[in-house]
């Protein structure tokens, strides 16, 4: 079978650049290819594009299952797109979980944005490592920066590592809730709450906005105790509804403020710049790991050199010497 022609970078980053939709999706796919020719192409095409990157505010939105985050980033997003903005929409989700099923879902939940004109949704990469799907939605990430997209919204699954990733590639992280069941943090490992610059009570609607407001006072409480993620900024806890739209527009007057205050004291660029380093450091572990994934002789000798060395026959240093043997062939 003869091989694909490789792509014309020029052509791409040019209609990139003027916003072509279509192209905007094909090159995300491109990024997302793990041939190794395609993988030369997509750095090839990040690097022209580079110059049109980070003029975005960028969101990280986590949250348990259910608190409302896909309702919140349509809620949100409509409101930008009205306001003459334009709002890319991307998901981390390392899990196989987001078939093609609970992709569907997401877009009918998120039904204003996606038949929106201004937005852009593309779901999370199909499953793989961790740093691998975060990696190829922060190039995503840039690709929309570069079509002219001044907004970006990224819905991470509220369970595992995916929070960290997320929070390091976006410049505003925020942590959704439900109202009640305030004390214990609702499960969240501490960890998380630390990386948050807002938590944001949603549901405040109906029944639930005494319940919300009580739920947000426990949080503020609780956030008192943390140092703060960043010497210019506190986090505020705010309360409001995805559904009525109460409040959607005081939680976005709180981003622009935080992105004002922090790119006023140079945190934003530096933030921006340790980010960059630690994506660099991630892509080359990534890569570095690969043949531990790809190569077959490799992987068809590793279950009986970890029983080795799980039943003690073998040191794991002699294990690592003959790994990096079979590495160096
Ligand atoms: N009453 C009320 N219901 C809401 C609100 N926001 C979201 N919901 C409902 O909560 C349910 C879950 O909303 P989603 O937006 O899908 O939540 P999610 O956090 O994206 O969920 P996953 O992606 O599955 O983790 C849906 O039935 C929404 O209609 C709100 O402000 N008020
Ligand atoms: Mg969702």
């Known amino acids: 079978m003869a091989a694909a022609a490789p792509p014309d970078i020029g052509r791409l980053a040019r209609d990139i650049r003027a916003g072509d939709r279509t192209v905007l999706s094909r090159a995300i796919t491109l990024i997302e290819s793990k041939r190794a ?17 980070g003029k975005a505010v960028r969101v990280g939105i986590t949250g348990a299952p259910g608190v409302g985050k896909s309702t919140t980033i349509d809620a949100l997003g409509s409101m930008l797109t009205a306001a003459g903005r334009k709002v890319a929409v991307l998901t981390v989700d390392p899990s196989s979980r987001r078939t093609g099923g609970s992709i569907l879902a997401d877009k009918t939940r998120m039904t204003h944005l996606a038949n929106d004109p201004n937005a852009f949704i593309r779901p999370s990469p199909a499953s793989g490592t961790l740093g691998g799907v975060a990696a190829k939605t922060r190039e995503t990430m840039l690709l929309c920066e570069a079509a002219g997209y001044d907004v970006v919204l990224v819905e991470t699954v509220g369970v595992g590592q995916s929070e960290i990733a997320v929070a390091d590639m976006t410049d505003f992280f925020l942590l959704l809730m439900l109202p009640g069941a305030g004390d214990e943090l609702q499960g969240l490992k501490k960890g998380v709450v630390e990386l948050a610059d807002m938590i944001a009570v949603n549901k405040a609607d109906g029944d639930n906005v005494a319940r919300a407001k009580a739920a947000a006072a426990e949080y503020r409480a609780a956030l008192h105790i943390l140092a703060p993620r960043s010497p210019n900024w506190s986090p ?39 980010q960059q380093v630690k994506w660099m450091w991630a892509m080359l572990e990534e890569r570095l790991f690969e043949p531990l994934r790809s190569d077959r002789a490799l992987k068809a000798a590793l279950p009986r050199i970890e029983a080795d060395v799980a039943a003690g026959r073998l040191a794991p240093a002699t294990a690592v010497e003959e790994l990096a043997d079979m590495l160096g062939r």
């Open 37 to 53: 020719d395609h993988r030369r192409a997509a750095a090839a095409l990040m690097q022209k594009l580079l110059d049109a990157t």
């Open 236 to 274: 505020p806890v705010v309360t409001y509804s995805a559904l009525t739209g109460e409040g959607i527009a005081a939680l976005w007057n709180k981003i622009l403020d935080h992105h004002e205050k922090l790119a006023a004291a140079g945190e934003l660029a530096a933030r921006r710049g340790e």
